[in-house]
């Protein structure tokens, strides 16, 4: 009886023992049985997950059951799967301290597949995308970021882009300023001429 939760569904259903032994005192009876005895009620409602538990088997009236009168039923329960798609900012990790990083892209698409209950509940802090630069030095470099997914059933289908360009600059070479020496600067010299007046 019942539905599984939302994006769940039922996988499988079996019953140990799979065959019991019935017994009534009117041969008729047993004749007319239809080649299966009913168990109570099992309930699936909102279920999320593989379980197991003992009902009882329903008997007609004047049959008897010979040994235990209940029967394990094991259910199988897994949820839908299917896609998602978001977007995750570039994080750097490992760059050593004298270095400067830029890149790009500084964000990306990540498809994940996994169990729709699971993807419709992720967080940001749930699906990282990193650039690791441990012990690189100054130069260009065209690196393949790693996507960290912390739940376990998620995994990542696609990146896109794949790649991200990185460069590292050493610090010191954009705080360096080259020194600048002035001309000197020369001071015209004036010459003056006398002027000679002659008077008639």
Request: without cysteine; charged residues 20%; glycine residues 4%.
């Amino acid at each position: 009886e019942g539905q599984v939760a939302d994006g769940y569904r039922q996988t499988s259903i079996s019953v140990s023992p799979p065959n019991v032994m019935v017994f009534s005192a009117d041969p008729a009876i047993v004749d007319q049985l239809p080649g299966y005895v009913e168990t109570e009620p099992l309930k699936l409602t909102d279920a999320v997950d593989d379980f197991e538990t003992s009902v009882v088997l329903r008997l007609p009236e004047n049959v008897s059951i010979i040994g235990d009168s209940n029967v394990l039923v094991e259910v199988g329960i897994a949820a839908m799967e299917g896609n998602l798609k978001i977007i995750r900012m570039v994080e750097v990790i490992g760059a050593l301290p004298e270095y400067q990083v830029s890149f790009a892209p500084d964000r990306v698409e990540v498809i994940l597949f996994g169990p729709l209950p699971v993807l419709d509940t992720l967080t940001e802090t749930d699906v990282r995308v990193v650039l690791d630069l441990a012990d690189r030095e100054a130069g260009i470099f065209q690196l393949v970021p790693e996507v960290i997914i912390l739940p376990e059933r998620i995994r990542s289908e696609s990146l896109s882009p794949n790649t991200i360009e990185v460069e590292i600059i050493p610090i010191e070479e954009l705080t360096s300023t080259p020194s600048v020496t002035p001309s000197p600067t020369s001071t015209p010299s004036i010459t003056a001429t006398p002027t000679l007046t002659t008077q008639p």
